[in-house]
């Protein structure tokens, strides 16, 4: 009976590891390698050689119901081996992410397995039989919600890179907290049934602690991403907002100039033709006026960058804006990157002389818009569609790890939104074409 013990420990593990470094959890060689390696080694920590008679007799039954370990050198040799295998199988992270999730997985761990075994001391004694496999299970089972929520609801990896040292500080040293007061208190159980008090107290300030620094570390990387925006973006508009402007003297003296022709021309084709000679490079490119129109400048900017770059490769950009984008509750920076992934495959997917046709307008049901780029593309199927989104696909050379993760952070941003992905074939006069896009509130 104690293997179940240490396999429902090892599966816990296993569960919170995989999902606060934000990876699905699936039947492959990484994941079944990860959990048979942690699992010997649970058994290895509680094995005796001199321990019994018999094989089952031979593990150690006291004090690993809060950790699978029971003592500060076990305790580290088990950090330091999860940092190993966080590193060399949960891919792709980098090494200070490893620590970070290593640590927070142990923290998150106590928590749950202090708040499961309080719960069960409520329905059973601690020294009934069932009493160790009630809270594991009750453990388990509050991992996977935790999975469900940070994987399956949300599929955003959770604080992202936990970018920023103070992040990183914070849950390390929250996790050493927890950590060390389970040295303190032996590895034994009833220092959690006698001292509830104290723990409620410790814990409830490392929780707050981390939800107040979890707060603040979206609200300024929100901050950040929106500044970015608007210093990359905000002056390509205005500096088109400019040189319209200064061509407005221009414009009036070209207007008495086709009031002139208008006035001398023998015939009307002959003014028909002078005016439109004349006019041809001058005329605001109905696009360019698009753009202008534009309530977002960011936006705007970026679209006109977006042209602008096909211009070079000979292409051309036909945005179709029809909606309001600052009332959207998409945040512009969330938009651009939404733009930016769906425009640049579009480009990387077409060839000189193609059109490519960007839409946004209010979706028919609800109160989503529908943003699409369509380009010129030989019909898919519906197996090719969902490929297009999963994690690391590209059709593309690998030439950086960046390759195959674009779809998937689009798809990412709209499952946080709780929007949807539109993925269809179509044709745009008389020509079959890819159209790519999303419905977001």
């Known amino acids: 009976m104690i293997y179940f013990q ?58 690993y119901d809060l950790l699978p370990v029971n003592n500060p050198v076990l305790l580290l040799t088990l950090l330091i081996i999860v940092f190993i295998l966080n590193s060399s199988l949960i891919r792709p992270m980098s090494n200070m992410k490893v620590i970070t999730v290593s640590f927070l997985s142990f923290l998150i761990w106590v928590l749950l397995r202090t708040f499961s075994i309080v719960m069960a001391g409520l329905i059973l004694p601690s020294e009934a039989v069932m009493f160790p496999y009630i809270h594991r299970a009750a453990t388990l089972l509050l991992a996977l919600v935790l ?15 936990y970018s920023g040292i103070f992040t990183k500080i914070m849950l390390i040293q929250s996790a050493a907290t927890v950590l060390g007061m389970m040295v ?40 950040d991403k929106r500044i970015s925006a608007i210093e990359q973006y905000l002056p390509v508009i205005d500096e088109l907002v400019s040189e319209v402007r200064a061509r407005q003297h221009e414009f009036h003296n070209k207007l008495l100039a086709i009031h002139s022709i208008v006035e001398t021309a023998s015939s009307l084709p002959e003014a028909r033709s002078q005016i439109s000679a004349y006019t041809q490079d001058v005329i605001l490119n109905s696009d360019v006026r698009e753009i202008l129109q534009l309530d977002s400048k960011v936006i705007g900017g970026f679209l006109y960058t977006k042209m602008k770059m096909a211009e070079l490769k000979k292409m051309t950009i036909l945005p179709h804006i029809h909606v309001r984008l600052v009332s959207m509750r998409t945040e512009e920076h969330q938009l651009v990157e939404i733009l930016g992934v769906l425009i ?40 090719d569609f969902k490929q297009m989104f999963a994690k690391g696909y590209t059709t593309k050379n690998r030439s950086h790890n960046t390759r195959g993760y674009g779809l998937y952070n ?15 074939n179509t044709e745009y006069q008389g020509i079959p074409y890819l159209s790519i896009g999303v419905r977001i509130p």
Not at 199 to 220: A, C, D, G, T
Not at 364 to 375: F, R
Not at 410 to 424: C, N, P, S
Request: proline share 3%; hydrophobic share 50%; charged share 15%.
């Open 6 to 63: 240490i396999l429902i420990d090892s599966l816990i593990m296993l569960v919170l590891c995989y999902a606060l470094a934000g990876q699905p959890l699936r039947l492959e060689k990484n994941v079944m390698m990860w959990f048979l390696c942690f699992h010997v080694l649970c058994l290895m920590f509680r094995y005796q050689v001199f321990g019994g008679v018999s094989l089952w007799g031979s593990f150690e039954i006291n004090n």
């Open 147 to 161: 999975y469900y929520v940070l994987i399956v609801k949300r599929g955003y990896n959770f604080l992202g890179d």
């Open 410 to 424: 689009v798809e990412q941003i709209v499952l946080q939104h709780h929007g949807k992905i539109i993925a269809r």
């Open 344 to 383: 640049d495959n579009a480009l990387e997917a077409s060839y000189p002389g193609d059109t490519i046709i960007v839409t946004a307008k209010r979706a028919e049901q609800g109160e989503l818009t529908e943003i699409t780029v369509m380009n010129p593309y030989p019909p898919k199927t519906s197996i």
């Open 184 to 223: 303190y208190a032996n590895f034994e159980t009833s220092f959690v049934t006698q001292n509830l008090l104290l723990i409620l107290i410790v814990f409830s300030l490392v929780i707050s602690m981390n939800i107040w620094m979890i707060y603040e570390y979206f609200k300024r990387s929100r901050q």
